[in-house]
């Protein structure tokens, strides 16, 4: 809370702060917090916090926003996450002499910038709603497909593995992320718009069941198809953030504080396992 508000101050990004908080309690600093403080849990626990993040940013997106700056939107999604896929590998290659495999892996993982990024970006830095829009759709579709072109890449490194295969194991994964993002989406709709959530308690049981859904969406996909789970929380998010249902600003309100709380969480966990390398 203290990053956010001087981050609030100071009008900057607030993964400024959750870095320097992570550097200083982690093993570069006092020591407090290091791999073993998760119980080997860290990876799953990002990656849930993960989900929640993403589902949040792509709720908020709404297809009369996106048709506000379409051309810019598709150019950033196609040749611009293109251009920084072989421009960074590129640059690990030439930099550092590792082989092409190793570079496009890095270049992959690279080309994702997500909401984890671009939202506190854009809290502080005033843009245009056309360019904010185009940032925003850009930061949760190449989270999307990023993470999953890094694990094909990855794939690339099997004796035997061939385009065909590589495209193939992208196909599936969104695909999967895809057909569980619209199942889980049309199935939290149902109840929302149909079923009886007990007055009174009705907005808090609302937001639960939301954030459940995100869950169950990442995980489910997660389970068939290694890392297909991020475009299931997209897919999820997007698809009931533009359907009209009960509790909608409740849910808004609620997947904002909660993603406030999951994304200092990450940097904050993350910086703190950064050690020194000689």
């Not at 009369?64 to 999604?77: N, S, W």
Request: overall charge negative; aromatic content about 8%; cysteine-free.
């Amino acid at each position: 809370m203290l990053a956010q508000v001087l981050a609030a101050r100071l009008r900057v990004p607030s993964i400024i702060f959750y870095l320097l908080v992570g550097v200083l309690i982690g093993q570069p600093g006092l020591g407090l917090v290091n791999s073993e403080t998760f119980g080997g849990a860290l990876s799953a626990i990002v990656g849930l916090a993960v989900a929640i993040i993403v589902f949040e940013g792509a709720y908020h997106l709404r297809f009369e926003r996106i048709r506000e700056a379409p051309t810019a939107t598709f150019r950033l999604v196609t040749l611009g996450a293109a251009i920084a896929l072989v421009g960074t590998a590129g640059a690990v290659k030439l930099a550092f002499g590792v082989d092409w495999n190793l570079a496009f892996l890095i270049g992959a993982l690279l080309v994702a910038t997500g909401p984890t990024v671009i939202t506190p970006i854009l809290n502080v830095v005033p843009v245009r709603d056309r360019v904010a829009t185009a940032l925003e759709t850009e930061g949760i579709v190449n989270d999307v497909t990023a993470a999953i072109i890094a694990v094909v890449v990855f794939e690339t490194v099997n004796p035997g593995a061939t385009s065909e295969g590589l495209l193939q194991a992208f196909a599936l994964r969104l695909g999967t992320g895809l057909l569980v993002g619209l199942v889980v989406a049309g199935l939290l709709y149902y109840l929302l718009q149909y079923i009886d959530l007990s007055p009174g308690d009705a907005p808090r049981n609302a937001r639960l069941l939301v954030l459940a859904g995100a869950l169950v969406a990442y995980a489910a996909a997660n389970t068939i198809a290694t890392e297909a789970g991020v475009a299931a929380a997209a897919t999820a998010g997007i698809a009931l953030g533009n359907a009209d249902h009960p509790y909608e600003e409740d849910v808004e309100s609620f997947k904002g504080d909660i993603t406030l709380l999951v994304l200092s969480f990450v940097f904050i966990a993350l910086a703190a396992q950064w050690t020194w390398r000689r």
